[in-house]
């Protein structure tokens, strides 16, 4: 399976806007490129997904490449609450295939 | 709140003793699932159900083994759990079957191998 590619970690400062990068240059045109977060003990959670065109949600915004071989997950104001592992995944039918996912700390 | 419940949260078994692991969901989704996650790594799939229809990963060893007696509960079966098993244990959810597909997981149960 492709997967995607991701840094390792990444630090920001609480209030900050904060740009996780990812990616996908094998991505196949039907795939979608979903965002999920893993706190601290506990399990995934869906954060964002999108197909060719950038989204918003409450939780974050999607910025996807125009050729879809990379995207930008971007929180607008991070909270000390945002510091988890971000997984930026290539969704497949029923599967999602998670990479090694950025680790992100948040600084007060 | 509907959600994904796993119990137990913690399990401890011995080397060899078969252990089994529960998930149940109030969400009514078509598809569970079961990942494996081990210390500092991403979840793995290890299989799906799709209702009734098992879906097993390629690379699962043939120690795992799954159940879905109905919608609303799925079993991890271990049958003679290794060190190398320890891990969390993750069971999630979905609709069913498309691409923009959400997963929903529960809390995890860590699994310790003595």
């Known amino acids: 399976d492709a997967k995607t590619t991701q840094p390792n970690s990444m630090e920001s400062n609480e209030e900050e806007p904060v740009h996780l990068p990812c990616n996908h240059s094998?991505?196949?045109?039907?795939?979608?490129i979903h965002w999920y977060r893993q706190l601290p003990s506990q399990g995934p959670e869906y954060v964002i997904h999108g197909l060719t065109s950038n989204v918003n949600n409450r939780m974050a915004s999607l910025a996807i490449a125009e050729d879809r071989k990379s995207s930008t997950l971007i929180l607008h104001r991070a909270t000390l609450r945002d510091a988890a592992v971000y997984y930026c995944i290539r969704q497949g039918a029923q599967k999602l295939v998670f990479g090694q996912g950025t680790r992100l700390t948040i600084n007060p | 709140d509907a959600m994904v419940i796993q119990n137990p949260r913690y399990q401890v078994t011995q080397f060899g003793k078969p252990v089994t692991l529960s998930c149940s969901q109030t969400l009514n989704h078509n598809v569970m699932y079961w990942y494996q996650q081990k210390s500092s790594q991403a979840p793995k799939l290890l299989f799906h159900y799709y209702d009734k229809d098992f879906n097993n990963e390629a690379d699962t060893p043939d120690n795992f083994q799954s159940r879905r007696p109905n919608t609303s509960f799925c079993f991890l079966d271990i049958r003679s759990p290794g060190l190398g098993d320890a891990a969390m244990y993750l069971c999630a959810t979905s609709r069913g079957g498309t691409y923009t597909d959400t997963q929903y997981f529960g809390p995890g149960t860590r699994l310790t191998v003595l």
């Open positions: 094998t991505i196949s045109g039907t795939d979608y």
